[in-house]
């Protein structure tokens, strides 16, 4: 018996409902790390990355469209132990001066898992010919590389240091 080989389109329809469940996820932890943050500008990056995943789930419900396919999420492991690595720092960092800095990390590995992701889903909408498709997973990527390099810019001129000098004082 010959098992008919998969192609890319199936690869990308997996590969889509794998970052909608992801983008799912996020939308659902960024509040509570919010509200854990110690930090204003922190606390403010992780809103604003709230309101930019609600737009990155409606673009993914688009993209699901162009294909004429439901939207619905695949369990994504990745980001499942990505969330949980940052529910155990708010944990076990409670009330530390390093809890900024840890879930600053938490959410730039969140971003860095999101634009591999959005990074191959685009490439791949482009070589099967869903060029309007690609020009909206380009869209969020840009996006996620901004807030990625936002919250570098965080790290390294705030959280970072205000968690070493508290820890100092």
């Given amino acids: 018996m010959h098992k008919e080989s998969k192609k890319l389109d199936v690869l990308f329809?997996?590969?889509l409902?794998?970052?909608y469940y992801a983008e799912k996820k996020i939308l659902a932890a960024l509040p509570k790390m919010a509200k854990a943050t110690h930090t204003d500008e922190l606390r403010a990056a992780f809103e604003k990355h709230e309101t930019q995943t609600e737009r990155h789930v409606a673009r993914l419900e688009?993209?699901?469209e162009m294909i004429e396919a439901k939207p619905v999420g695949k369990k994504c492991a990745a980001i499942e132990g990505i969330i949980e690595e940052g529910q155990e720092i708010m944990k076990e960092y409670k009330g530390s001066p390093a809890l900024d800095a840890g879930l600053l990390a938490a959410a730039q590995s969140v971003e860095h898992y999101e634009i591999s992701r959005y990074g191959t889903l685009r490439t791949w909408a482009e070589e099967l010919g869903l060029d309007d498709a690609a020009g909206l997973l380009r869209e969020t990527l840009d996006e996620e590389k901004e807030t990625d390099e936002a919250l570098t810019d965080l790290a390294e001129t705030l959280v970072?240091?205000?968690a070493q000098e508290q820890a100092a004082a």
């Fill in 13 to 15: 329809h997996d590969t």
């Fill in 17 to 19: 409902k794998d970052i």
């Fill in 160 to 162: 970072n240091q205000e």
């Fill in 62 to 64: 688009e993209v699901f």
